[in-house]
């Protein structure tokens, strides 16, 4: 019996467009909610939002029983982090804040077992395996992982066909928020400037081959990376939905004319 199909990962290497909701709540109730919401892919946050191993299992735990495709990312692309995410079960990693090749190259043998790699083969202990339940796991999940890399830096742009090159990388993730920092316009990744680098990067990134993703809670300039090829693309959070409506729920029975302080769309947690 070999590792589990990773779906999302086929249907990025098949040009199939992925929508998705970043998952920000840390709750086990809160990611089950949202997987029986017909998206293709959440991603589970573990930069911005306060999560750690434990709670990311339960996460994973509660999506398990929908077909919807679980990423994890990392608060830092470090080996021992992605180790342990592997291990509860994940498959996809989205790696923050890649800006060299070199980066790349080690993110890609921290996701895949020795030779080809430097995970730790501890699999009897870990969910991944079924607890060494799935007898081929070891031989068959190399070919399960799928490894996002997030570009957010102008370092990152800089050196972004270098990254997209990597053998082992499946996809490129543009983080236009902090990458509208970097560029000087804090707070307004929409700026013509930054937007032309997005889409720059987006086409770019396909040029090597890979998929490309972003995240907007616009959801007209969401069809519009889309349209120019960019396949798993996250349209908001729940954290966003969550203030928003709770908010507006307010406001509506006050009579306002607007909640007093709306999140627009899903928030800037790129």
Same mark, same amino acid.
């Given at each position: 019996?070999?590792?589990?199909?990773?779906?999302?990962?086929?249907?990025?290497?098949?040009?199939?467009?992925?929508?998705?909701?970043?998952?920000?709540?840390?709750?086990?109730?809160?990611?089950?909610?949202?997987?029986?919401?017909?998206?293709?892919?959440?991603?589970?946050?573990?930069?911005?939002?306060?999560?750690?191993?434990?709670?990311?299992?339960?996460?994973?735990?509660?999506?398990?029983?929908?077909?919807?495709?679980?990423?994890?990312?990392?608060?830092?692309?470090?080996?021992?982090?992605?180790?342990?995410?592997?291990?509860?079960?994940?498959?996809?990693? %989205?790696?923050?804040?890649?800006?060299?090749?070199? +980066? #790349?190259?080690?993110?890609?043998?921290?996701? &895949?077992?020795?030779? @080809? *790699?430097?995970?730790?083969?501890?699999?009897?202990?870990?969910?991944?395996?079924?607890?060494?339940?799935?007898?081929?796991?070891?031989?068959?999940?190399?070919?399960?992982?799928?490894?996002?890399?997030?570009?957010?830096?102008?370092?990152?742009?800089?050196?972004?066909?270098?990254?997209?090159?990597?053998?082992?990388?499946?996809?490129?993730?543009?983080?236009?928020?902090?990458?509208?920092?970097?560029?000087?316009? %804090?707070?307004?990744?929409?700026?013509?400037?930054? +937007? #032309?680098?997005?889409?720059?990067?987006?086409? &770019?990134?396909?040029? @090597? *081959?890979?998929?490309?993703?972003?995240?907007?809670?616009?959801?007209?300039?969401?069809?519009?990376?889309?349209?120019?090829?960019?396949?798993?693309?996250?349209?908001?959070?729940?954290?966003?939905?969550?203030?928003?409506?709770?908010?507006?729920?307010?406001?509506?029975?006050?009579?306002?004319?607007?909640?007093?302080?709306?999140?627009?769309?899903?928030?800037?947690?790129?």
């Amino acid at each position: 019996m070999p590792a589990p199909k990773n779906h999302f990962k086929a249907a990025l290497r098949e040009g199939r467009v992925q929508i998705g909701l970043w998952v920000a709540l840390t709750s086990p109730y809160a990611a089950e909610i949202c997987g029986g919401a017909g998206y293709d892919w959440l991603l589970v946050d573990a930069e911005h939002a306060p999560n750690d191993i434990q709670t990311l299992v339960a996460q994973v735990q509660a999506l398990a029983k929908y077909p919807v495709g679980v990423i994890v990312r990392p608060p830092i692309g470090e080996a021992w982090i992605v180790k342990q995410i592997l291990d509860i079960g994940a498959q996809t990693v %989205l790696v923050p804040m890649v800006e060299t090749k070199e +980066q #790349a190259e080690a993110m890609v043998r921290a996701m &895949r077992y020795p030779p @080809h *790699g430097m995970r730790g083969v501890g699999a009897a202990l870990a969910r991944a395996s079924n607890f060494n339940r799935i007898p081929d796991y070891l031989q068959t999940a190399n070919d399960e992982v799928c490894l996002l890399l997030q570009i957010e830096s102008r370092a990152g742009l800089a050196n972004l066909d270098a990254i997209a090159s990597v053998d082992g990388v499946d996809g490129v993730f543009i983080g236009p928020a902090d990458l509208a920092a970097d560029m000087g316009f %804090l707070g307004k990744p929409g700026a013509p400037e930054v +937007q #032309a680098a997005v889409e720059d990067a987006l086409k &770019r990134i396909q040029g @090597h *081959g890979k998929a490309a993703g972003i995240l907007t809670a616009d959801q007209a300039l969401a069809k519009r990376y889309i349209e120019i090829g960019a396949t798993f693309v996250g349209i908001g959070s729940d954290v966003g939905l969550f203030a928003n409506a709770t908010s507006r729920l307010i406001a509506d029975f006050r009579g306002n004319a607007a909640p007093p302080s709306s999140v627009k769309g899903g928030g800037q947690v790129y």
